[in-house]
């Protein structure tokens, strides 16, 4: 169940994808939301990949699960914020669409992990 290290793991993978496909997006966004909603963007989706990794690091699948726990909250805040963006008119429906897919994909492998390692 375990990868050697936590760059192996496929959510850590995908994870730095969203980060990097968020960060282009957050350029996009007008100058006055610089220090309100891109750097909440920026730090959320800053935080999927770290608590994964921190989570890999510790030396409990009970530790491990909690950190999966909060990137999944992380993950949860970062959709919302893509979500905002389209109802603000910051970003269009095609800016988002790959943000928004690897939003449900890294999702998905959250909660799958979170399940195996909780049963």
Known sequence: MFAKDHKDLIVWQKSMDLLVEVYRLVKKLPREETYALSDQMRRAVVSIPSNIAEGRARSSE??????????????????????????????????????????????????????????
């Open 62 to 119: 009970k530790d491990y699960v909690r950190f999966l726990f909060i990137a999944r909250g992380s993950r949860a805040e970062v959709e919302t914020q893509l979500m905002a963006c389209l109802r603000l008119n910051y970003l269009s429906e095609s800016d988002v669409e790959q943000a928004l897919s690897l939003c449900d994909e890294v999702g998905r492998i959250l909660n799958s992990m979170i399940y195996k390692l909780s049963s």
